[in-house]
């Protein structure tokens, strides 16, 4: 989908580097960046433009999603590394 933002750079605390508003909108295949309201919210009305533009039921999904914080995902990744390493001993 086009839209008149597409061009836009911002710099993506994910991939830290410059992206581009278009980027940020497929970013999660078939949802925006999780992280698209924060990074944008300084240029436009990103919440109003996304609400427009998504159907309701990815709008519901997209902002029904929790990110965790870096702690806690690496909780979960060295408790996931744990367990695989349990079930090869």
């Known amino acids: 989908m086009k839209t008149e933002h597409d061009h836009k750079l911002t710099r993506c605390p994910k991939l830290g580097d410059e992206m581009t508003f278009a980027y940020c909108l497929r970013e999660s295949i078939d949802l925006p960046c999780s992280r698209i309201v924060r ?51």
Not at 49 to 70: A, C, G, H, P, V
Not at 73 to 78: G, K, M, N, W, Y
């Open 39 to 89: 990074c944008w919210s300084s240029c436009f009305d990103i919440a109003a433009f996304l609400k427009e533009i998504l159907q309701s039921r990815q709008w519901d999904k997209f902002n029904n999603f929790q990110q965790n914080d870096k702690v806690t995902s690496l909780i979960e990744l060295i408790e996931a590394a744990k367990a695989k390493n349990e079930k090869f001993q």
